[in-house]
């Protein structure tokens, strides 16, 4: 054989020797007892020098050695010494090593003076088999020791392993460090500690793990020098204050990591697969946002329900919390024809016994529209079809006057025609003193419904349909929103594109937008402009800095943010209210109503046909101009459309 071929063929046994998921136990006990044999065939000769006695091993020595691996055998089968799987060696594989050794070494000291052996002979077994049990430990943690760094570095291929801690000592902290400790191949993560904030707890041990009280000197000193992520219990998670605890770890570049909750764990312990980076909503300081559903379930029970713009962020959800109350039907309307196959599997998937119809087609299509109507007869409407992106609907103003505004206009006039009861339209904080074509298209759809409601409540004696505006501010995580776009660019090495250092925004998530929008459509009465509580704005760069650190990186070190400049029709900060608006308080703290500047429907409707006329023409000076007659406060910036303002 070439030597070539050899080292081929060595090489092939060692890589298929070192990928095996675990060595058979048979094994595994044959060679501890193997090391033990070799521990007592020194143990007798360091015993001979000690106690000046000269011999060489003979007959009875073998019968010694047969005896005492026979109690050794048993003893090993009786504390299962030889299961566990030896790269994953723990404290406890460790202390049933020591306690089999040790019960051994007893009986046959026992036995030895049970047998009447002389005093010689007896101080002689005795060094013999404290030797041999000091040594068959040593042997047998040393071997497991040895297997459990060698697999490491060869099998992880220089790749590194990442020491952990676990804040949190509760149940679900105890399975997070049995699934770091179990037979999980390929693990990247070793426990090295665990959190807490009880100071009782802290110097204790747990799984062979030291307890370290969580305090600015313990994170400084102690817990930043060992360990580089810290998992978060899921109960930990919901407890701890977002803006304190998570911060003070990501502020000294530790990487946050979470499992999913325990509800959802298949046994007592998570899968290593579900170890993810927390999401950045719980670094935002969201409270929790209650609501009573009971308005709610009323308003929808044995009702049918049309979603439009569903297959969205925003009205794929309402399309979910929908489905928890007793509708008739819930039908889902858009013309995105993969993402509603996609969301009717999942629908279909989850809510099996709920009545589920689905609808492809464009709300600019009033023909369509209408045939959906007449087919369907929808009780509630909740309208979040939109165009949203600032900068496309900048370049393309007419398609925005042909969705936001004549899609709704068309929805509205239908609803009317077909005894809609409800009509829940979603609108935008950048609707409010509106500097790009986005944000006054839903301006123009806002002032549209409301004054439609205001008029037929003054002629029809209030038995129309009731036309309810919600208006929030950015959602985390939604289609094109800049956290997706962040992580991106952050998987990609960076930079990391900000357009300007001041720049600010409310962040909500999509969740509780959307429980807000179904809480303000069962509390309206028809013409309100809503607006939510969206918390403390956000710093755009600090979102940026929060989303590298917890992604494990240092920001300007390991990933440049870079400041691009504003994009056309991008202000520095959004508004919730006009300047000439004020609110009222409802019976929700969220949720206030808008007290806004009121249109005579006879007037406006005649300037917005004009403008969806120009839409359809395509003339997009035109269309603009016109939006600015609309909307005075339509002051356009960092936009070709501002020369329309002098």
């Given at each position: 054989m070439k030597k070539n071929d050899s080292f081929l063929l060595n090489s092939s046994v060692f890589s298929r020797f070192v990928t095996m998921k675990y060595l058979p136990r048979w094994i595994v006990l044959l060679v501890d007892l193997f090391l033990c044999v070799i521990a007592f065939l020194i143990a007798i000769y360091l015993s001979s020098k000690l106690n000046d006695v000269s011999k060489a091993i003979d007959f009875t020595d073998t019968q010694r050695i047969i005896g005492l691996m026979f109690f050794q055998f048993l003893l090993f089968w009786a504390f299962h010494t030889y299961s566990g799987v030896l790269r994953y060696s723990s404290f406890v594989d460790a202390t049933k090593i020591f306690f089999s050794i040790l019960i051994n070494v007893l009986l046959v000291f026992l036995i030895n003076i049970s047998l009447n052996f002389t005093m010689d002979i007896e101080a002689f077994y005795l060094s013999e088999l404290i030797i041999y049990g000091i040594l068959s430990f040593l042997f047998l943690l040393l071997i497991r020791l040895l297997v459990k760094?060698?697999?490491?570095?060869?099998?992880?291929?220089?790749e590194f392993i990442t020491p952990v801690m676990i804040y949190g000592t509760k149940s679900a902290s105890i399975g997070i460090a049995k699934m770091l400790m179990s037979e999980q191949v390929g693990s990247r993560y070793?426990?090295?500690?665990?959190?807490?904030?009880?100071?009782?707890?802290?110097?204790?041990m747990i799984m062979g793990v030291k307890v370290y009280h969580l305090n600015n000197e313990s994170l400084k000193k102690t817990i930043v020098k060992k360990c580089k992520s810290i998992i978060i219990s899921p109960t930990k998670l919901s407890q701890v204050n977002s803006s304190d605890v998570l911060e003070k770890f990501i502020n000294h570049n530790l990487t946050i990591l979470s499992v999913p909750p325990m509800n959802i764990w298949k046994s007592d312990v998570p899968n290593i697969k579900e170890i993810k980076s927390?999401?950045?909503e719980n670094l935002l300081e969201r409270p929790q946002i209650d609501i009573s559903t009971d308005n709610i379930s009323s308003q929808l029970r044995d009702k049918v329900v049309l979603v439009t713009g569903a297959a969205g962020s925003i009205g794929s959800e309402i399309a979910f919390q929908v489905l928890k109350y007793d509708t008739k039907v819930l039908v889902l309307l858009d013309q995105a024809e993969s993402q509603m196959h996609d969301l009717k599997l999942d629908l279909q998937e989850k809510y099996e016994d709920k009545n589920i119809s689905v609808f492809l087609g464009d709300v600019r299509n009033k023909n369509r529209m209408e045939y959906m109507m007449e087919m369907y007869r929808p009780d509630v409407i909740y309208h979040a079809a939109a165009y949203k992106h600032?900068?496309?609907?900048?370049?393309y103003p007419v398609e925005s006057v042909q969705v936001n505004v004549l899609g709704t206009k068309n929805l509205a006039?239908?609803?009317?025609?077909?005894?809609?009861?409800?009509?829940?339209m979603v609108s935008t904080d950048k609707a409010v003193n509106p500097t790009n074509v986005m944000g006054a298209s839903k301006r123009i759809a806002e002032i549209y419904v409301q004054s439609l409601f205001r008029k037929l409540h003054a002629t029809m004696n209030g038995e129309t349909t009731k036309f309810i505006t919600t208006r929030f501010g950015n959602v985390l995580g939604s289609n094109g929103s800049v956290i997706p776009y962040f992580k991106k660019q952050i998987e990609h090495g960076g930079p990391v594109t900000v357009t300007h250092p001041e720049i600010i925004r409310y962040f909500m998530t999509i969740p509780e937008a959307c429980m807000l929008v179904l809480e303000a459509g069962s509390m309206g009465n028809g013409g309100e402009i809503y607006i939510f509580d969206m918390g403390k704005p956000v710093k755009i760069v600090d979102l940026a800095r929060k989303m590298i650190r917890l992604a494990g990186f240092i920001p300007e070190e390991d990933i440049k943010i870079v400041y691009t400049g504003l994009r056309p029709g991008e202000k520095l900060f959004e508004e919730l209210l006009n300047k000439k608006e004020h609110t009222q308080d409802t019976h929700h703290p969220k949720i206030m109503?808008?007290?806004v500047q009121l249109y005579d429907f006879d007037k406006v409707s005649i300037l917005i046909d004009k403008l969806i006329n120009y839409s359809k023409l395509c003339k997009d000076y035109l269309t603009v101009s016109t939006m600015k007659k609309i909307v005075p406060e339509f002051k356009s910036m960092n936009s070709q459309y501002e020369r329309l303002d002098i």
């Open positions: 760094t060698s697999y490491d570095y060869f099998t992880q291929g220089g070793k426990l090295v500690g665990f959190i807490d904030d009880d100071k009782s707890a802290s110097e204790k927390i999401p950045i600032v900068p496309m609907m900048e370049d006039d239908l609803a009317v025609k077909y005894h809609v009861e409800r009509f829940v109503i808008a007290n």
